[in-house]
């Protein structure tokens, strides 16, 4: 079994910053992508950002106000958001693509999801 723990969301106000992480841990064997989604009330659920071990990936929207990185080591991945502006607010869900083992598929796991919260 796979587990993910998130971290870092909270109120800030636009302008600010935050960073959110989230640590994978269990029965991994390799993985692929990890990345950070996000969903506004009322709105479908939108990459915002994904790492891989060839490169990133960012939505235009936060392009040059967010850093995705990732840990290896631990099996972190990180969500550096700067120049939060209020339509960044949403509730923000990791995922990551791994396997189990070497002869397991692929799979997905998400993460429970933090709330980012940017006032005017």
């Known amino acids: 079994q796979v587990q993910l723990v998130e971290s870092g969301g909270g109120l800030v106000q636009a302008g600010g910053s935050l960073r959110l992480s989230c640590a994978a841990s269990g029965n991994i064997f390799y993985i692929y992508t990890m990345g950070w989604y996000r969903q506004a009330p009322g709105k479908q659920r939108e990459l915002a950002a994904t790492?891989?071990?060839?490169?990133?990936n960012y939505a235009d929207s936060v392009k040059g106000r967010f850093t995705i990185s990732r840990d290896n080591v631990k099996n972190t991945v990180y969500l550096q958001m700067n120049s939060l502006k209020p339509e960044d607010t949403a509730v923000y869900y990791c995922k990551v693509v791994l396997q189990t083992t070497l002869v397991g598929g692929v799979e997905d796991y998400w993460g429970q999801g933090t709330q980012v919260t940017v006032s005017s």
């Open positions: 790492i891989t071990r060839g490169g990133t």
